[in-house]
């Protein structure tokens, strides 16, 4: 019978061997695209046959087909603000005026008198911001009937405290491509962009694993 020590180590290899099965996933997202043959097309008597992913002349060098680069200007910029400020206060008093004779005036008036006061005061804030400039070159991954084009690539700096990733992916228009096949991350449509990094900064700045399988499992 394996021991509850046992079942926590094998849990957290369990959760270590996840993370890093999702972390290849993610990473073949990113795959550069290398191009390939044109399949022929069937024969239909005209000369010329256009293949998806043609290009006219008056296109110039514009990347059209898979595997042709695309360099993709980071110009990421996001700021959000929020505030919210509530504030209420009640009062309310009852009293009585009791005779001065007979047998009620034996009570005293401060008894007869009743009073009640509620206040609240909330404040809420929250502000973020952010910030990504730079370029990177992507290559066509797929091209679809309607022109629209997938690109995806990534972008390895290697420091002397360990290495920097920036991962790119999403739909582009051959239109919003200039001639000299830059276009602008704001163009890019259903982007996923992300900028990680490993080495020993990036593990400081980050939990254990074993410390993060317990504050995942922890109820507190």
């Known amino acids: 019978m394996p021991t509850s020590s046992s079942k926590i180590a094998l849990c957290a290899l369990a959760f270590v061997m996840l993370t890093a099965a999702h972390k290849k996933k993610a990473a073949d997202d990113f795959a550069v695209t290398y191009p390939t043959a044109p399949e022929p097309l069937p024969a239909n008597g005209a000369i010329f046959q256009a293949s998806r992913g043609y290009a006219p002349l008056t296109s110039g060098a514009r990347a059209a087909q898979v595997g042709d680069l695309i360099t993709i200007e980071l110009v990421e910029r996001t700021q959000a603000s929020k505030s919210s400020t509530a504030d209420t206060g009640r ?9 001065t ?9 401060s008894s007869t008198s009743l009073g009640g006061n509620s206040s609240f005061t909330g404040k809420g804030e929250a502000a973020q911001s952010n910030l990504l400039t730079g370029e990177i070159s992507v290559t066509i991954a797929a091209i679809y009937p309607n022109g629209t084009m997938l690109v995806r690539g990534q972008k390895q700096l290697r420091l002397n405290q360990g290495d920097e990733f920036i991962q790119i992916s999403g739909l582009v228009r051959q239109t919003d491509i200039d001639q000299d096949n830059h276009i602008l991350s704001s163009r890019v449509a259903d982007a ?3 900028y990680t990094g490993k080495g020993d900064i990036a593990r400081a700045s980050h939990q254990g694993w074993l410390q993060h399988f317990f504050s995942i499992v922890s109820p507190f």
């Open 192 to 194: 996923k962009i992300t």
């Open 101 to 109: 004779t007979g047998p009620l005036s034996a009570i005293k008036s």
């Open 91 to 99: 009062t309310g008093n009852i009293g009585l005026t009791l005779p």
